[in-house]
């Protein structure tokens, strides 16, 4: 499961209550007197269209190519086309994974990180369904963990793999059902962050015909950080809810994503292979090494970006200005984490096997210190 920001939970609640708006004001409380002392303006608008907007067009893009790849399947059902299906599908792990460093926005207040990626599965429901007399469709796989990511890998690998077997007509309606499920949460995802009016013909007309309401203009409330009528008192706190999101995934993929198993294996391995997110594909390590790539992304203001070619408007600079050796640290975090999850040898289910790997250690040691290095950066506060 997702470790989720309860803050995000609380402004839920508010937005429900009415007492945000989302108006453009001018009003601007930019400087509070216990925040950063820095004008992040610069640093808010490319975070959100450099990494944020960035990252969620890719995997809009990449939503509507699996959904039309399985779409191609149902009508050759040949080992060709299920394997581009099985393409497809990594192809949206990657920005879907890079996203995990943000979960904050409309991925808590509607519900859609659980939807989209729920793990571990309800394996027994998805055979009870998959096994049934019933129609298989949106409403059958409502539950968010019998859809999502994993109900798909469920359905289309075998032992890291491809299938090779044609899928039966129970298997293929499932498949159908839980990818056009899939796309239409991240035309969600997407479309809340952009607002109705910025969202493509083709989001707005699936979303329209699916009977879902874009409900939010996030990146509005984001980039008006400090302004009357923005979720955020000022461009300081959503700093800090930046910095927080990337906290939360390092914690998780070192305590959660990678020790839950790896603890668990030490005593019983048949339950921990279950424990391992992605399994079914064997993706695991692909998708721990993009949650750390989120970080860096969010980190050095931009997809892609490094500290080498870093965005002069990246909290790495904000960063550096105030403390050269922080900035130094993080960075050194950052690479380090990525460089112990490359060193673990794929696929993790069968590394957690035997009860002991250095190469684990290191890799829950290297999140655990950049979680605690990122949280440094909180105390160049006022």
């Known amino acids: 499961m997702k470790v989720k920001n309860t803050f995000f939970y609380f402004l839920a609640l508010l937005f429900s209550a009415g007492l945000f708006s989302c108006e453009d004001k001018n009003t601007s409380n930019n400087g509070d007197e216990d925040g950063y002392g820095y004008d992040f303006t610069n640093v808010i608008n490319t975070y959100v269209d450099d990494v944020i907007l960035n990252t969620y067009t890719e995997m809009k893009d990449d939503a509507t190519a699996l959904y039309e790849s399985v779409e191609a399947y149902a009508e050759d059902r040949s080992q060709d086309k299920l394997n581009d299906v099985c393409n497809k599908w990594r192809a949206m792990r990657i920005p879907w994974e890079q996203s995990e460093g943000f979960l904050f926005g409309p991925a808590a207040l509607l519900s859609l990180d659980p939807s989209l990626d729920s793990w571990p599965l309800d394996k027994k429901s998805i055979d009870l369904i998959l096994n049934g007399q019933d129609a ?122 990678i020790g839950g198993p790896y603890n668990t294996a030490k005593v019983d391995y048949e339950q921990a292979v279950l424990e391992v997110e992605s ?104």
């Open 136 to 257: 298989i469709d949106a409403n059958r796989i409502a539950s968010s963990n019998v859809h999502g990511f994993h109900a798909i890998e469920y359905i289309i690998f075998d032992g890291g793999k491809p299938k090779t077997a044609s899928l039966n007509d129970r298997e293929l309606a499932y498949l159908q059902a839980a990818t056009d499920y899939l796309r239409n949460d991240t035309y969600q995802l997407y479309a809340n962050w952009t607002g109705a009016d910025n969202a493509s013909e083709e989001v707005s007309e699936a979303l329209e015909e699916a009977e879902i309401e874009i409900q939010y203009y996030f990146a509005g409330q984001f980039k008006n950080a400090g302004k009357a009528g923005s979720t955020f008192i000022s461009q300081s706190d959503a700093i800090d809810q930046i910095i927080d999101g990337c906290i939360d995934i390092a914690s998780e993929v070192g305590s959660q994503k």
């Open 279 to 382: 399994w079914y594909s064997w993706n695991s390590l692909a998708d721990y090494r993009n949650n750390i790539i989120s970080i860096r992304n969010s980190y050095f203001g931009g997809r892609n970006k490094t500290a080498a070619n870093a965005s002069v408007n990246s909290i790495s600079a904000f960063v550096k200005s105030k403390d050269a050796a922080l900035d130094q640290e993080v960075t050194n975090a950052i690479e380090a984490t990525v460089n112990a999850i490359d060193a673990i040898t794929p696929p993790f289910r069968n590394a957690i096997q035997g009860g002991s790997n250095s190469k684990i250690d290191n890799a829950m040691d290297a999140c655990a210190n950049l979680e605690e290095t990122l949280s440094k950066i909180k105390k160049l506060r006022n």
